[in-house]
């Protein structure tokens, strides 16, 4: 049900209940959690662990657990999401701290992104990025994506606000057959 894609270094792949301890980790990682409202214990990450999952059975698209290639590593999750309430067809990503700065989010968000333009119904993808998180800034901007409007996502009965960073098919199109 869920695809599986692969890039020079990673798998894109489908969740499993061993994907748990790892999940649990990052979501539970002060650092990784700044701009994504804060430390989950470890029941709210097996919650979050079933939504990544059913997101693929309601939607028909999801965020796909990253494994590195070379050892197995269950780094984090990258995908498409829309909840309700969602600005749009959001790309996102979040990686274990262990694996930052290595071009991996930009590679595995690179993969969802043609994955999201070749089989969804869209003009535009979309992500929401805290003002602050510069790291994923550049990550959105190595994808040809744009800054554009502001938003505020209602999650957990809390706002955040988030500046909308966005790239339209045409111009993903465009940065195809440039390469």
Same mark, same amino acid.
């Given at each position: ?12 792949? !489908? ?15 002060? $650092?990784? *959690? @700044?701009?994504? %409202? ?15 999952? %059913? ?10 657990? #990253? ?6 590593? *269950? *780094? %984090?999750?990258? %995908? ?18 262990? &694996?930052?700065?290595?071009? &991996?989010? @930009? ?7 043609? &994955?999201?333009? *070749?089989? $969804? ?12 998180? #510069?790291?994923?800034?550049? #990550? ?9 409007? @502001?938003?505020?996502?209602?999650? !957990?009965?809390?706002? &955040? ?19």
């Amino acid at each position: 049900m869920i695809p599986r894609l692969e890039t020079e270094r990673l798998i894109l792949r !489908g969740w499993r209940a061993d994907d748990f301890e790892p999940l649990a980790a990052i979501h539970g990682d002060p $650092q990784v *959690m @700044t701009f994504l %409202g804060g430390v989950m214990e470890r029941n709210d990450a097996w919650r979050s662990l079933a939504s990544l999952a %059913g997101h693929w059975a309601i939607r028909g698209y999801g965020k796909w657990a #990253v494994e590195r290639k070379s050892d197995g590593a *269950m *780094m %984090g999750r990258v %995908g498409m999401i829309n909840p309700e309430g969602w600005p749009g067809l959001e790309i996102g990503w979040t990686l274990g701290r262990q &694996y930052w700065g290595r071009g &991996y989010a @930009t590679e595995a968000a690179g993969a969802a992104m043609r &994955y999201a333009f *070749m089989t $969804q119904p869209v003009d535009r993808l979309i992500s929401c990025i805290d003002a602050n998180n #510069v790291a994923s800034q550049q #990550v959105a901007q190595r994808l040809g994506e744009r800054r554009g409007g @502001t938003a505020v996502l209602r999650i !957990g009965g809390k706002d &955040y606000p988030v500046e909308i960073w966005a790239i339209t098919r045409a111009e993903w199109m465009r940065r195809l057959q440039a390469t």
